[in-house]
């Protein structure tokens, strides 16, 4: 009985010692509730797995997620940029004409003189002197915008340049479909994206152009390019001419090498068709056109040689791809 008597009491000690602390607590001791979620949180939350353009959803883009890639249909895009451009789609091909008003030019001083005589003779037409009134033509500023694209190719062409995607071109729900990466450039956007709640974060560059530049393709630097690619390579496939295009790039770029296409093709002992004469054989459409998809940014290697893939590797240098027929070694 005493036993049992002396639990009782140590059991009963023992609760009092967790209530007396809880109950001496002070306020900021005791346990806090969950803060309610922000509004801005709250709206991410809501917006997960969207396309975002300058902080608002644009749920008018189609778009779908595919190997980590973000494709967005051609003509949904460009009706979230510019509801009024004309797009027409056909058989896996899309073309997109467009325009904005980027500013108002000034007018020359024969303008000027112009227009302040119709302004004259508006105010007397207004007083009753009987001479009809002209409206004045506004001397806007324009951008224009043509673009063409399709399904099954590795690049698109805006304002006369080409553009290359190693991601290719797709069909999404019967539409042509491009990496959202790609025509983001064509638009002059900033892309970024938002892990924690999947979003592509589209945003307009400050002072920036509505559409891309047009086409300024260096002619010297195109005719050689597209030669060497053509006697190089002209049996591979795109992705192999585009690397041997870099190459050549590569070492214009790189302060071991002459600073030239020219001067590097015609490097002593470099290239063989510099020197066979090959490299005069008139380039097919393909070298030429990945000759200017390298000039307007396309990268598959950071190689500076390349050879056979059966030749010998070249001493001291270390291997990077295969691609194709060559491999291809910095």
């Known amino acids: 009985m005493k036993t049992r008597a002396t639990s009782f009491l140590l059991a009963a000690l023992a609760v009092v010692s967790l209530v007396l602390p809880a109950l001496a607590a002070e306020p900021d001791d005791l346990p806090l509730?969950?803060?309610?979620?922000?509004?801005?949180?709250?709206?991410?939350?809501?917006?997960?797995?969207?396309?975002?353009?300058?902080?608002?959803?644009?749920?008018?883009?189609?778009?779908?997620?595919?190997?980590?890639?973000?494709?967005?249909?051609?003509?949904?895009?460009v009706s979230l940029m510019d509801a009024e451009a004309m797009v027409e789609e056909e058989s896996g091909a899309v073309s997109v004409n467009a325009s904005a008003v980027i500013g108002v030019a000034p007018l020359s001083s024969e303008a000027s003189e112009a227009e302040e005589s119709e302004t004259e003779d508006a105010e007397a037409a207004e007083e009753g002197e009987g001479v009809e009134s002209t409206e004045n033509a506004a001397n806007v500023v324009t951008d224009d915008l043509n673009l063409q694209a399709a399904a099954g190719t590795y690049?698109?062409?805006?304002?006369?340049?080409?553009?290359?995607?190693?991601?290719?071109?797709?069909?999404?729900?019967?539409?042509?479909?491009?990496?959202?990466?790609?025509?983001?450039?064509?638009?002059?956007?900033?892309?970024?994206?938002?892990?924690?709640?999947?979003?592509?974060?589209?945003?307009?560059?400050?002072?920036?152009?509505?559409?891309?530049?047009?086409?300024?393709?260096?002619?010297?630097?195109?005719?050689?390019?597209?030669?060497?690619?053509?006697?190089?390579?002209?049996?591979?496939?795109?992705?192999?001419?585009?690397?041997?295009?870099?190459?050549?790039?590569?070492?214009?770029?790189?302060?071991?090498?002459?600073?030239?296409?020219?001067?590097?093709?015609?490097?002593k002992n470099q290239f063989t068709p510099a020197s066979s004469g090959s490299i005069y054989r008139d380039p097919n459409w393909e070298s030429t056109l990945a000759a200017m998809l390298v000039m307007d940014g396309a990268e598959v290697t950071d190689a500076l040689f390349f050879n056979g893939v059966r030749a010998r590797a070249p001493k001291g240098r270390t291997y990077v791809a295969t691609i194709g027929d060559h491999a291809f070694y910095k």
């Not at 995607?165 to 990466?181: C, F, K, M, S």
């Not at 589209?202 to 002619?219: G, T």
């Open 155 to 267: 690049y698109l062409v805006a304002n006369g340049r080409y553009l290359y995607t190693e991601d290719g071109l797709i069909q999404l729900n019967g539409r042509v479909a491009a990496p959202v990466r790609l025509l983001a450039r064509v638009y002059n956007l900033d892309v970024g994206y938002d892990a924690k709640y999947d979003l592509v974060l589209l945003e307009r560059q400050e002072d920036a152009e509505p559409y891309l530049d047009d086409a300024a393709y260096d002619n010297d630097t195109l005719y050689w390019l597209s030669h060497i690619i053509y006697a190089e390579s002209g049996n591979q496939p795109l992705t192999g001419k585009i690397a041997v295009g870099n190459v050549v790039m590569n070492r214009v770029n790189d302060p071991r090498f002459p600073n030239s296409v020219y001067d590097v093709l015609f490097q």
């Open 33 to 77: 509730e969950t803060p309610a979620k922000s509004e801005e949180i709250e709206k991410l939350e809501e917006l997960r797995s969207t396309v975002v353009l300058d902080g608002e959803p644009a749920e008018s883009v189609e778009f779908e997620i595919l190997d980590g890639v973000c494709y967005v249909t051609v003509s949904s895009f």
